[in-house]
């Protein structure tokens, strides 16, 4: 029996393609690990949770307490000068700051100094995401430090239960699932404390276990397996040799299903430990030897073990869970003569548990539906860093307990239905038959582009890869957020007054703003004065001019405004609110590079079969006997690759303006791209939209030369593998450098020309 478990796995291990697939599928999931927690307007970087971690490493428990308020502190006084600021460069909103200055004494100078000198920003590079950043680590830190309250809250519930009669009925006993269920949660937290509660940052631990793409991949890795397991087995026809063997029937079965425990087990590992060490180097390692309710996404565990034995226990869980879904899977493998049936099975079972758990509510009398389904047995977050009792006909019974008996009975009709397929022996080999999918089905014609254009998008997976990417880049650029800081909105306000062509009104409203500032200027030169002269001291001179600079801090965007005036006035043209098409034009970049990266990867997926495929199937040699021979094919290749590339490469611009024109708006379309204050030196005139056209045209003509490139790899190297390796290392990797921080990486890579800004 050992030999033959050994033998199961080292028949399917073995194999150069399920390592290379191993190593492939990771390799996206380090990919999408790290492309998800790319910073953003509304992501925080991981390395500024590294940076905390370092700072707190060597405080206890109070210096973290300290450190931290304190923060939360000068991040909350900084915001309140800010808004003060804001609302003073209002009529209206000078009385509401006024008030509230007086509500708040002295925290407006309190913190002025901070604001003015920008020392705030310890952990990111904007005062949003630095408020956002300390006010998660606060909430998180407020919760684990309260841990001792949150328990006796509930003991306080069960104190309050039975001063209530109402839950009672005549022999004094609760008669309803909630009163019952106080009681139990009360019992199941009895043997907690704090001791050994310790604050740590939970992004690390989190980010490593609740991630469903890594779910995503281990299945398909499973799905692998299986299929080499049965359905190659079943191709070949081997069945009818494997069980005519002295142990040939249940001895094979018994090995098989071992061997995918064995399999899904170590998949679990793999990936997991993969996420942990990304995430580990990316935020930094934590203590895991620690209490599970030390990170406050998991306060609410009735268990007490640690982070260790959580990721633990939730591994082993995962594990038993992929296996009783796969035994499944292999039960219809053995039963089906299909291919795909199976695997269109088990797709179906997990999006309609996806389902279930989406739309069904936390408190409903299908909750049971809910979290007993595939999708919901596996958040194992869920399942062991919360508490949740089921009502079960009135009773609470514990979420942990009716999962391990769903998971167990999952695995126990799935070995017994492999075990009594396999010994029918019904369906041993697959039937001959192509696949009868509507539009798919490729007929034969004389048209070469089309035929190039099918076994592109269709023979091989290039619509799929094209979608898949077309997907993540619209996802990333149609949610991308973009935070307009106090002074942008106001420049944002006035500029949109004056768009268009120049009036006396318009003058006036610059006249008008002109002379506030200088006012403001003067004012403050006058505070000087008397500071210089004895007359008044520093601190009493630094009050006055306190109202005064609140003025003056928006003059660096009325520069711009005037910058735009004194062109119009000595060159005509127009007034145009520029913010829009600066980050349009790559000018204030802003995520373009993430953008070229997706797109750099999708062309080297969809292409990089292009050549090699008539090589490996030796097909050249028919080709060239036909009428258009080498060369046409060649030049058919080449006409849709630049077809596929064009339609591709747009996509990105779109999105981007969409995104962009939601918070800054891209008026003026027909006006000249030279009334823009950075183009106002451009030596050739055009307006604004055929100058998009041609910005679209140059990443387009980029794209095709990255496309060309790859073809080159293609069938220089003849090899499918070698030309993504090849177009990965020349094309990939100096973008992820760069993105990684040695921004003269991207001189080695096409992403200076695709970002070029005419300027």
């Known amino acids: 029996m050992f030999r033959l478990i050994y033998f199961e796995l080292k028949k399917i291990w073995c194999k150069r393609s399920f390592i290379f697939s191993i190593c492939l599928l990771i390799m996206?999931?380090?990919?999408?690990?790290?492309?998800?927690?790319?910073?953003?307007?509304?992501?925080?970087?991981?390395?500024?949770?590294?940076?905390?971690?370092?700072?707190?490493?060597?405080?206890?428990?109070?210096?973290?307490?300290?450190?931290i308020e304190k923060l939360k502190k000068d991040i909350d006084g900084v915001s309140f000068v800010m808004n003060i600021i804001s609302m003073q460069n209002t009529e209206m909103g000078a009385e509401f700051a006024k008030q509230e200055m007086q509500e708040q004494p002295k925290l407006f100078e309190t913190y002025y100094d901070l604001y003015k000198s920008g020392n705030y920003l310890h952990f990111t590079n904007s005062f949003e995401k630095e408020q956002k950043f300390i006010n998660e680590l606060y909430d998180e830190y407020t919760k684990v430090s309260n841990y001792d309250l949150y328990l006796k809250e509930i003991k306080e519930k069960e104190n309050a239960l039975d001063g209530i009669s109402v839950f009672k009925n005549q022999n004094g006993n609760e008669n309803d699932f909630s009163s019952r269920n106080i009681k139990k949660s009360t019992s199941d937290y009895e043997k907690l404390d704090n001791n050994g509660i310790c604050y740590i940052p939970s992004k690390m631990i989190t980010s490593t276990m609740e991630n469903i793409w890594t779910d995503i991949f281990v299945i398909l890795l499973a799905f692998l397996f299986i299929g080499s397991l049965i359905t190659e087995e079943k191709e070949k026809g081997l069945f009818y040799i494997t069980r005519t063997t002295k142990y040939g029937i249940s001895h094979s079965i018994i090995a098989k299903l071992i061997a995918l425990f064995i399999s899904c087990s170590l998949f679990e590992v793999i990936f997991f430990l993969s996420n942990y060490m990304f995430f580990g180097i990316s935020t930094g390692f934590s203590d895991i030897?620690?209490?599970?309710?030390?990170?406050?996404?998991?306060?609410?565990?009735?268990?007490s073990i640690s982070i260790l034995g959580y990721i633990l226990i939730s591994i082993i869980t995962k594990s038993f869970i992929l296996f009783g879904f796969c035994t499944v899977i292999t039960a219809f493998c053995i039963l089906s003569d299909s291919m795909l049936l199976p695997y269109l099975y088990g797709i179906i079972s997990l999006v309609v548990s996806w389902i279930l758990y989406t739309i069904i509510p936390n408190v409903s009398k299908f909750e049971i539906l809910k979290h007993l389904n595939l999708f919901g047995l596996s958040r194992t977050e869920s399942l062991y860093g919360t508490y949740l009792n089921l009502n079960f006909f009135g009773y609470p019974i514990s979420r942990i307990i009716l999962s391990w008996i769903m998971i167990v009975t999952l695995m126990f009709v799935g070995i017994v239905l492999c075990y009594r397929f396999f010994l029918k022996g019904k369906n041993l080999q697959l039937k001959q038959k192509k696949s009868r999918m509507i539009g798919l089905k490729f007929k034969p014609h004389s048209n070469l582009l089309r035929h190039e254009m099918y076994k592109t998008l269709i023979t091989n997976h290039g619509l799929v890869i094209i979608l898949l990417f077309s997907i993540l880049i619209g996802f990333n650029e149609l949610n991308h957020s973009y935070h307009p800081s106090v002074q942008e909105q106001y420049y944002q306000n006035i500029m949109l007054k004056l768009e268009g062509e120049q009036t006396d009104e318009k003058i006036e409203i610059i006249e008008k703003e002109k002379a506030r500032y200088e006012e403001a200027f003067g004012e403050i030169e006058k505070i000087d004065q008397l500071v210089s002269?004895?007359?008044?001291?520093?601190?009493?001179?630094?009050?006055?001019?306190?109202?005064?600079?609140?003025?003056?801090?928006?003059?660096p965007a009325f520069q711009k405004v005037e910058k735009q005036y004194k062109y119009v006035c000595e060159n005509g043209?127009?007034?145009?609110?520029?913010?829009?098409?600066?980050?349009?034009?790559?000018?204030?970049?802003?995520?373009?590079?993430?953008?070229?990266?997706?797109?750099?990867?999708?062309?080297?997926?969809?292409?990089?079969?292009?050549?090699?495929?008539?090589?490996?199937?030796?097909?050249?040699?028919?080709?060239?006997?036909?009428?258009?021979?080498?060369?046409?094919?060649?030049?058919?290749?080449?006409?849709?690759?630049?077809?596929?590339?064009?339609?591709?490469?747009?996509?990105?611009?779109?999105?981007?303006?969409?995104?962009?024109?939601?918070?800054?708006?891209?008026?003026?379309?027909?006006?000249?791209?030279?009334?823009?204050?950075?183009?106002?030196?451009?030596?050739?005139?055009?307006?604004?939209?055929?100058?998009?056209?041609?910005?679209?045209?140059?990443?387009?003509?980029?794209?095709?030369?990255?496309?060309?490139?790859?073809?080159?790899?293609?069938?220089?190297?003849?090899?499918?593998?070698?030309?993504?390796?090849?177009?990965?290392?020349?094309?990939?990797?100096?973008?992820?450098?760069?993105?990684?921080?040695?921004?003269?990486?991207?001189?080695?890579?096409?992403?200076?020309?695709?970002?070029?800004?005419?300027?």
């Open 28 to 67: 996206i999931n380090i990919f999408f690990l790290w492309y998800t927690n790319l910073e953003d307007e509304d992501r925080i970087a991981l390395s500024s949770y590294k940076k905390f971690g370092e700072e707190i490493a060597n405080m206890d428990e109070s210096q973290k307490g300290e450190y």
């Open 289 to 303: 030897s620690i209490k599970l309710q030390s990170i406050s996404s998991y306060i609410g565990s009735n268990l």
């Open 533 to 555: 002269k004895g007359e008044i001291n520093s601190e009493t001179g630094e009050k006055m001019k306190l109202k005064w600079y609140s003025v003056t801090s928006f003059y």
């Open 573 to 759: 043209g127009k007034y145009i609110y520029d913010t829009g098409y600066l980050y349009l034009f790559g000018i204030m970049e802003d995520g373009i590079i993430n953008d070229f990266l997706l797109l750099t990867l999708g062309i080297i997926l969809v292409f990089s079969n292009f050549f090699s495929m008539e090589y490996q199937n030796e097909t050249w040699k028919l080709l060239k006997a036909t009428k258009k021979g080498k060369i046409g094919v060649i030049k058919s290749k080449v006409i849709v690759c630049i077809v596929l590339v064009t339609l591709f490469s747009i996509l990105p611009f779109i999105c981007r303006g969409v995104s962009i024109s939601k918070v800054f708006p891209l008026h003026c379309l027909s006006s000249s791209v030279q009334n823009i204050p950075v183009y106002q030196n451009l030596p050739f005139n055009l307006n604004i939209l055929l100058f998009i056209l041609l910005k679209i045209l140059l990443q387009i003509l980029i794209s095709v030369i990255m496309a060309m490139v790859v073809l080159v790899f293609s069938g220089w190297r003849k090899n499918n593998i070698q030309a993504i390796f090849l177009g990965i290392l020349i094309l990939c990797v100096p973008l992820v450098l760069t993105i990684l921080g040695f921004d003269f990486m991207k001189y080695f890579s096409l992403y200076p020309l695709f970002s070029y800004t005419f300027t």
